[in-house]
T-cell receptor, first 115, second 116 residues
Framework: NAGVTQTPKFQVLKTGQSMTLQCAQDMNHNSMYWYRQDPGMGLRLIYYSASEGTTDKGEVPNGYNVSRLNKREFSLRLESAAPSQTSVYFC??????????????FGEGSRLTVL | AQSVAQPEDQVNVAEGNPLTVKCTYSVSGNPYLFWYVQYPNRGLQFLLKYITGDNLVKGSYGFEAEFNKSQTSFHLKKPSALVSDSALYFCAVRDMYTGTASKLTFGTGTRLQVTL
């Protein structure tokens, strides 16, 4: 009963390096999301994928790219990391049907530090 | 646009006392409202939600929340706090009609500290 699984849990990068955060869900949800959490700012949406084959920008997409590899997997890539991208990243999934609330189910987070 | 305000960075309460964590929201249409809890170094866990119907909704761990449309508020409450309730609490909102994705907007979070 894994739910939403994120890897890696911790990562330290140097400025300019690239990396990919992986996310997989086993709940057969259509929609997946990437949020970042920063102190005093709550969670902000980076990108989301409403369904397999589609991706859209959220509130803070600059510096990131995403890939919806299949229905289960949604990855977040930092092409050239910057110190401002030091954060905790959360992947989430949901199923939104008519008259349902579509609450999000979150992974445990990936803590990224950019030096 | 949708937004959420959590006016208190921290709420302190003694164990056994009632607690309230405040949340106000803004959406253009009808709101769907959520409360999540985050324990240290963990992901967010769903507590409860308001969709429609009864203004008082009950959730996990004895928490409840009251929806007030006129005040655009959705305060989280618990009659008797426990030390184990100490955590970071997030309120979130989305408009009822946001297409096929559930794009939630979160507040900045309120840290609840329950002491003996």
């Amino acid at each position: 009963n894994a739910g939403v699984t994120q890897t890696p849990k911790f990562q330290v990068l140097k400025t300019g390096q690239s990396m990919t955060l992986q996310c997989a869900q086993d709940m057969n949800h259509n929609s997946m999301y990437w949020y970042r959490q920063d102190p005093g700012m709550g969670l902000r949406l980076i990108y989301y994928s409403a369904s397999e084959g589609t991706t859209d920008k959220g509130e803070v997409p600059n510096g990131y790219n995403v890939s919806r590899l299949n229905k289960r997997e949604f990855s977040l890539r930092l092409e050239s990391a910057a110190p401002s991208q030091t954060s905790v990243y959360f992947c989430a999934s949901s199923e939104l049907r008519t008259r349902e609330s579509g609450e999000l189910f979150f992974g445990e987070g990936s803590r990224l530090t950019v030096l | 646009a949708q937004s959420v305000a959590q006016p208190e960075d921290q709420v302190n309460v003694a164990e056994g006392n009632p607690l309230t964590v405040k949340c106000t929201y803004s959406v253009s249409g009808n709101p769907y409202l959520f409360w999540y809890v985050q324990y240290p170094n963990r992901g967010l866990q769903f507590l409860l939600k308001y969709i429609t119907g009864d203004n008082l909704v009950k959730g996990s761990y004895g928490f409840e929340a009251e929806f007030n449309k006129s005040q655009t508020s959705f305060h989280l409450k618990k009659p008797s706090a426990l030390v184990s309730d100490s955590a970071l609490y997030f309120c979130a909102v989305r408009d009822m009609y946001t297409g096929t994705a559930s794009k939630l907007t979160f507040g900045t979070g309120t840290r609840l500290q329950v002491t003996l």
